[in-house]
C-alpha cells in the first residue's frame, strides 16, 4: 500500500519522472509562480505595439518645437526636475495645431505634446493657398494678436511663436501684430483663437443662399471681374 498512489481528487494520475522524483501539480502549467499569471505585463506590452505610430496615415507633417519649460521640484533627496514642451504641427496645407506635455524627459515630454497637437489640428482657408482671406483678431488672457491679409511677396512677417504657426499652416504672405503678453502659450492659443474665425467665400455664400460672384460684386468688381475671381475660389 506504501508504493501505490492514491487519487483523492479523481484527477487523472501524473506519470512518473524518471529521475524518480514526485510529479509537479502546477496550477497554471505555465512552470512556475510567474508562468501560472503568464501574461500581465507581456499583454500591455503587445497593446502598446499594436497602437498606431502615426494617426495621419503616413501623412506628412510639419512639426516645430516652441518652447520648452523645465521645473523643478525639491524632495529629500534633491531636487526633483520636469519638462513642459509646446509643439506646433501642421501639413502645410491649410491644417494645424499646437499641444503641450509634461514628463520626466525631453524627448517624452516633445513626444506627448506632438501626440495632443495632431488631435487638436483645425483647418482654415487660405486664399490661392498662400495668405488669409481676411484680417482677424484673437485674443486670449493677456495675449492680444491682429492677423491681415497680405499680397504676394511679403513673407510670413512674424515673430516668436506666431512665425511657427503660419510656417507650418502653409501661409506664405501674412502681416501680423502681438500686444501683451509674450508668453508662448498665450499667444499660440490667441493665433489659433483668430484663425478659428477665418471664413471663405464660399463658406459665406452657401450659408446665404448666394453665388461667390454675387459678394464678389457688391465689392465694387465688374461683371467680369467677379466671375473671374469666383472662378478662381477654391474654398
Known amino acids: 500500500m506504501a508504493d501505490e498512489v492514491q487519487n483523492v481528487e479523481g484527477a487523472p494520475e501524473a506519470a512518473p519522472t524518471t529521475d524518480g522524483q514526485a510529479p509537479r501539480r502546477g496550477r497554471g502549467g505555465g512552470g512556475g509562480r510567474d508562468g501560472g499569471r503568464g501574461g500581465r505585463d507581456g499583454g500591455r506590452g503587445r ?5 498606431p505610430r502615426d494617426d495621419d496615415g503616413g501623412e506628412e507633417l510639419i512639426e516645430k518645437l516652441v518652447h520648452i519649460n523645465r521645473v523643478s ?8 526636475f520636469g519638462f513642459a514642451a509646446l509643439v506646433v504641427v501642421g501639413d502645410g496645407k491649410g491644417r494645424a495645431g499646437f499641444g503641450h506635455g509634461k514628463a520626466r524627459e525631453v524627448p517624452e515630454a516633445i513626444s506627448k505634446a506632438t501626440a495632443a497637437a495632431k488631435k487638436s489640428m483645425i483647418r482654415v482657408p487660405l486664399r490661392d493657398g498662400r495668405t488669409l482671406h481676411h484680417d482677424g483678431l484673437g485674443h486670449f488672457g493677456a495675449g492680444m494678436v491682429t492677423v491681415r491679409s497680405a499680397p504676394a511677396g511679403t513673407g510670413i512677417i512674424a515673430g516668436g511663436p506666431m512665425r511657427a504657426v503660419f510656417e507650418s499652416l502653409g501661409v506664405a504672405d501674412v502681416v501680423t501684430k502681438s500686444n501683451g503678453t509674450s508668453n508662448p502659450y498665450n499667444m499660440i492659443r490667441a493665433t489659433f483663437e483668430a484663425l478659428g474665425e477665418q471664413t471663405s467665400p464660399k463658406s459665406v455664400a452657401q450659408r446665404r443662399g448666394k453665388k461667390v460672384s454675387d459678394l464678389i460684386k457688391r465689392g465694387g468688381a465688374s461683371d467680369r471681374a467677379a466671375e473671374a475671381e469666383a472662378a478662381a475660389v477654391t474654398e
Open 47 to 51: 497593446r502598446d505595439d499594436r497602437r
Open 73 to 80: 521640484k525639491t524632495v529629500k533627496g534633491g531636487k526633483r
